[in-house]
């Protein structure tokens, strides 16, 4: 089982591949305005870290979770949070779409996609809430120019300059990299 790209998608695992995507294939090629799914300008992802890579850059996207029941029924007991997206939790809203356990059937993850892509209007207040999210994702040097209160608040302080010669040296002379802000 690995990652695999998928009808602008992100899905892991074979048998998630499988199951999912002859359901939203079989609703979109064709039958949507003869457009690709590559062209949905959206994500269909498993609950994980992907979440937050679709959040920082903008992507619309619907979330699904769904493991062992026995797994599933201990992590009930031991995590209670209203979202297992990220970006839902920091927003305090179901902003992406979640689908969990039962819930998460090929025909309901196909509609609520099919859905969010068919309204664009949808999709804008997504993308404006994930705005409102505040997480960041740009160069150092954008960061800079654009959240220059940020970059002196955070930069050195994983490892202090003083830390050693080579934080010093990481904190003062850089060329450029990236930078990423989950507030």
Not at 1 to 13: E, M, R, Y
Request: charged fraction near 15%; aromatic fraction near 10%.
């Amino acid at each position: 089982d690995g990652n695999a790209i998928l009808s602008g998608g992100v899905f892991t695992g074979e048998s998630t591949t499988r199951i999912l995507s002859s359901k939203l294939l079989d609703a979109a090629s064709g039958a949507v305005d003869g457009r690709s799914p590559s062209e949905f300008g959206i994500s269909i992802t498993k609950s994980g870290t992907i979440t937050m890579e679709c959040a920082m850059f903008g992507v619309p996207a619907v979330v699904f979770y769904k493991t062992s029941w026995p797994t599933y029924l201990i992590g009930r007991q031991i995590v209670n949070v209203k979202y297992l997206a990220m970006p839902n939790l920091l927003a305090g809203e179901a902003v992406y779409p979640e689908f969990v356990q039962d819930a998460a059937t090929a025909e309901n993850i196909s509609r609520a996609a099919l859905a969010l892509w068919r309204d664009e209007s949808r999709r804008a207040v997504v993308k404006a809430k994930l705005a409102e999210v505040g997480i960041i994702f740009c160069s150092i040097s954008e960061a800079i120019q654009n959240h220059p209160d940020l970059v002196k608040k955070y930069l050195g302080s994983v490892v202090p300059y003083s830390d050693n010669f080579y934080a010093t040296l990481n904190s003062a002379v850089f060329t450029d990299g990236s930078f990423c802000y989950v507030p």
